[in-house]
């Protein structure tokens, strides 16, 4: 009974995340996402800016003054009889570790495009994340109520940019002012677009066949022919759709719509319960698999975030379940830590919300109050220690020298600068007994961090710049071979890094000593 149970629960789960560059729509169609799934009623008010916030995980003044997103949220909702986890990945242009790691905590993405713009820079950079990690894409093609490219073209693009297979689900009927809706290539049914006020109603999608005169009196003759042959072509040249493609994230089925208008958005949810994976098993590095309906509770950090709420000041810990049910109260193994601890305070959040969780299963994210337990990466079981493969830290490529300038406030300086390294908002590298080396991946996490470290601790700081370009860690053994001019640090654990001044200092390195080895990831 019990195994039939947790069957249903992960079968019913879907865990994603939406990928964009910025301006494509991704806020808005997580909106319009939440309104079909029943957790926003009041569909209307969902543009207005002081709404829009709940949604957005916008928990920080810095957030909010600068309309971005730093840190990733994740939203439940339910959608027929199902589940949905929707994990909010930042938004910004600028790239951060928070985004890899969120993306390592989801079953599939929805890459969203501007039809009018096609492929953009922060897509290819997102998309090689999920890539790497074989995770199925759908492809939601937004904006079809303005001027968009030829669907071909976007196609093409699509398949050349990122070298994935794209096969359309459904096929537009115009865009701009002459958008009239899509006809399913499956169905082999049109849904028709009526514009509405603002998104303020659902999208009636009145669906007909290719012959129905109301689709026909719908669009002026020439529309109407460029349509059908487009059809035809598409259905002769394409290659049909195939589930074992897009599960091994080779295909990517992809959709047309006007998030802001909600249409295609009632689809885009039928077919993430038709076609998107429910939380798969896991192969462990020993070759172990971790099924989602094993008996044991298995889950990982992937996530810390301090002070989400300032009357808590409190540091949540975000998990995705791996494999089990979690029940509030319950105890479970951290590993690395060699301890027991008792989960009493799990909680759900929803934008600024927070309710507490009494039960959860594989595919859910909770988040754990954290008082400085956990890390990114740590392993919760309550059977034999699974051993994952560990989340991605990267090499940083920028640096800033880190001055606390208020002596007064050193404490709450080195509790700061301590609790974000964690968090994982920059890494910290020690170069013996000067001032600390912040690393990054992007500009972005340096100014999170600065801010982070003034308005919630208190402590006034200066970054400065170094000459540094490049960073990657060595063995202890190796240290020798450095010359003075590369600069050795030490990260948070005390692992070597060098710093190098270009990339041509590290490649001439490199020639001279190909014996050693230098890694872009930490040592395990
Ligand atoms: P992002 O999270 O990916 O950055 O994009 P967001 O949803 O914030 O959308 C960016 C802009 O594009 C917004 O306009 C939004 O209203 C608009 N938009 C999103 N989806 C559609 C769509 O389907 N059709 C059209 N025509 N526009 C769309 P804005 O003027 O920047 O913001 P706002 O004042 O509307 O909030």
């Known amino acids: ?26 806020t808005t169609l997580t909106e319009k996402l939440l309104l079909y799934g029943g957790a926003i009623h009041l569909a209307g ?87 790497e990690r074989n995770i199925p894409i759908f492809t939601f093609i937004n904006k079809m109520d303005m001027p968009a490219r030829s669907p071909f073209e976007l196609l093409d693009e699509v398949e050349k940019v990122l070298g994935i297979t ?16 899509y006809y399913d290539l499956n169905a082999k049914k049109v849904s028709l677009f009526e514009k509405t006020t603002g998104g303020a109603f659902r999208a009636p999608e009145k669906v007909s066949g290719l012959d129905d005169p109301e689709l026909i009196s719908a669009m002026d003759e020439q529309l109407y022919a460029t349509f059908k042959e487009e059809v035809q072509i598409s259905q002769e040249a394409i290659l049909p759709f195939s589930i074992e493609e897009f599960k091994r994230g080779a295909m990517t089925p992809v959709y047309f719509g006007s998030a802001i208008t909600n249409f295609g958005v009632q689809f885009l949810l039928d077919e993430f319960i038709r076609l998107a994976p429910s939380p798969s098993p896991v192969l462990t590095d020993d070759g172990n698999v971790i099924a989602p309906t094993d008996s044991a509770f298995t889950a990982f950090v992937f996530k810390l975030q301090a002070n989400m709420n300032r009357q808590h000041r409190d540091r949540v810990a975000f998990v995705r379940i791996v494999s089990g049910k979690f029940e509030r109260g319950m105890t479970v193994k951290v590993p690395r830590l060699n301890k027991e601890v008792k989960l009493t305070s799990p909680v759900a959040f929803f934008g600024q919300e927070r309710n507490t969780v009494d039960i959860a299963w594989a595919g859910d994210i909770i988040g754990l109050i954290n008082p400085g337990t956990y890390r990114i990466g740590d392993v919760l079981c309550t059977g034999d220690e699974p051993k994952f493969n560990p989340l991605p830290k990267f090499a940083p490529d920028i640096f800033a020298k880190l001055v606390s300038t208020d002596t007064s406030k050193l404490k709450q300086f080195r509790k700061g600068l301590t609790e974000l390294s964690e968090e994982g908002v920059v890494q910290v590298f020690n170069p013996g007994d000067q001032t600390p080396i912040l690393g990054a991946v992007g500009q ?36 020798e071979k450095f010359s003075r001019f590369d600069s050795v640090v030490r990260d948070e654990r005390g692992n070597p890094v060098i710093l190098f001044e270009s990339q041509y200092r590290m490649q001439n390195f490199m020639n001279q000593h190909p014996e050693v080895l230098l890694s872009i990831h930490p040592p395990l």
């Open 1 to 26: 009974m019990a195994e039939e149970k947790i069957e249903k629960e992960v079968a019913r789960r879907r865990s994603f995340a939406i990928i964009a560059h910025p301006d494509a729509g991704k």
């Open 45 to 131: 008010h969902v543009r207005a800016k002081k709404d829009r916030k709940s949604t957005r995980s916008d928990w920080m003044t810095m957030e909010q003054e600068r309309g971005i997103s730093v840190s990733t949220t994740s939203l439940q909702f339910e959608y027929n009889a199902h589940i949905l986890n929707l994990l909010d990945t930042p938004g910004h242009e600028d790239f951060s570790e928070d985004t890899y790691r969120t993306l390592m905590a989801v079953d599939f993405a929805v890459m969203t495009l501007d039809g009018g713009k096609g492929v953009e820079p922060q897509t290819i950079k997102l998309f090689q994340i999920c890539r």
């Open 166 to 181: 794209a096969v359309p689900m459904v096929w537009p009927m115009g865009s701009g002012r002459d958008f009239r809706g």
């Open 444 to 479: 972005l996490q340096f100014e999170v961090f600065k801010f982070r470290l003034e308005d919630e601790y208190g402590a006034k700081v200066r970054l400065e710049s170094t000459p540094f370009e490049c960073s990657r860690w060595v063995k202890e053994q190796d240290l």
